[in-house]
């Protein structure tokens, strides 16, 4: 959807699952520091949270394979494999973003 782009409806708007968290947090820090110039104070604040983000390196296939067998005997899972749900859950942990985790379950 574009800037521009007209809403009508509640149905056309996707809030990502981390939108509520960095807006409040962003939010928190406006409020106690008072910049002056809001927008350079924005651009380094998120400058700032960029580089304190781990970085993912993109994991092999037998990378990704070992990952999953040592997750499915974490989760203790005695068809040894994992649901959609359990590999959500596990994103914090490891410090993937939503979007990652949704290309690795594909």
């Not at 040592?70 to 040894?80: F, H, Q, R, T």
Request: proline share 4%; aromatic share 10%.
């Amino acid at each position: 959807m574009s800037v521009n782009e007209s809403i009508y409806t509640a149905e056309q708007i996707r809030i990502p699952s981390e939108f509520p968290d960095i807006l409040k947090n962003y939010a928190k820090s406006v409020l106690k520091d008072q910049p002056n110039d809001v927008y350079t104070y924005s651009i380094e604040y998120f400058q700032n949270v960029q580089k304190s983000r781990p970085s993912l390196k993109k994991l092999s296939d037998s990378q990704l394979w070992a990952l999953y067998q040592k997750m499915a005997k974490l989760c203790n899972n005695d068809e040894g494999t994992l649901s959609k749900t359990d590999v959500v859950a596990l994103y914090d942990v490891i410090g993937a973003s939503n979007q990652h985790v949704q290309e690795i379950i594909k």
